[in-house]
């Protein structure tokens, strides 16, 4: 985990903080949470979180940098109102959906292990984010990418049908939303975990799903995308 608490070390250098805090590899976090600006804090922990996941390639990192800006930003918001409180949660909620993704293997991101313990931290933060995107009322996109990240966990987790049930609710509302490459990358999805739960006919429902995500635009990308994951879970 060093590699990505010093991710977090670069960039506490951008905020005022105490210099008073212990030193060692959570003393960064503890330095971090003395500082006077709550809402530089929140930005700073996301920042830390991408950077130990895309620059380090710390997976071991992003839990524990993730947990401490949720539970910063979690406590700060109580003591703040109105729209900084709002923000504040708001980070919390992104924090969650940083951790969520970071730890799903359906990406096949190269140089990162995604251990068993990393699935289930993955799976709670995936749930978190969307309750926090239902409670915040954060509109229909939000809330279909947050179904769509709990529907890959759980198809990593195996839990096919489920998580064919979470895709197509995230399609719905991505269509509704407007967006209907995620739309159809919704579809896609559900008609995979649907081939992997050995539905009669989910094959033939699956090819043609891709052919109409293939019609969007930039449906190359996101064709592969499919094709990524499905070569992961098979």
């Not at 504040?88 to 313990?117: C, F, H, I, N, Q």
């Not at 719905?172 to 539905?199: D, I, N, Y």
Request: net charge negative.
């Amino acid at each position: 985990m060093g590699a990505g608490l010093s991710r977090l070390s670069s960039v506490i250098g951008e905020i005022a903080v105490d210099e008073s805090a212990p030193s060692g590899a959570f003393g960064e976090i503890d330095r971090l949470a003395r500082s006077p600006d709550p809402e530089a804090v929140a930005a700073c922990h996301r920042k830390a979180v991408r950077d130990a996941y895309w620059e380090a390639e710390d997976l071991g990192a992003v839990a524990p940098l993730a947990a401490a800006g949720y539970a910063h930003c979690w406590v700060a918001a109580g003591a703040a109102e109105g729209e900084v409180a709002y923000r504040l949660r708001s980070e919390a909620k992104a924090l969650m959906y940083d951790l969520a993704s970071s730890t799903w293997p359906g990406w096949g991101e190269p140089g990162v292990e995604v251990l068993e313990r990393d699935l289930q931290i993955g799976l709670d933060a995936a749930i978190t984010n969307l309750q926090l995107a239902r409670e915040l009322d954060k509109g229909d996109l939000p809330e279909s990418r947050a179904l769509w990240m709990l529907g890959g966990h759980m198809l990593a987790a195996g839990r096919y049908l489920e998580a064919g049930d979470r895709f197509c609710e995230g399609a719905a509302l991505a269509e509704a939303a407007g967006e209907s490459a995620e739309a159809r990358l919704g579809e896609a999805f559900a008609a995979l975990s649907a081939v992997l739960a050995g539905t009669e006919g989910a094959e033939q429902t699956f090819d043609a799903a891709v052919a109409r995500l293939a019609a969007e635009e930039e449906g190359a990308t996101l064709v592969e995308q499919g094709s990524t994951a499905r070569d992961v879970f098979e």
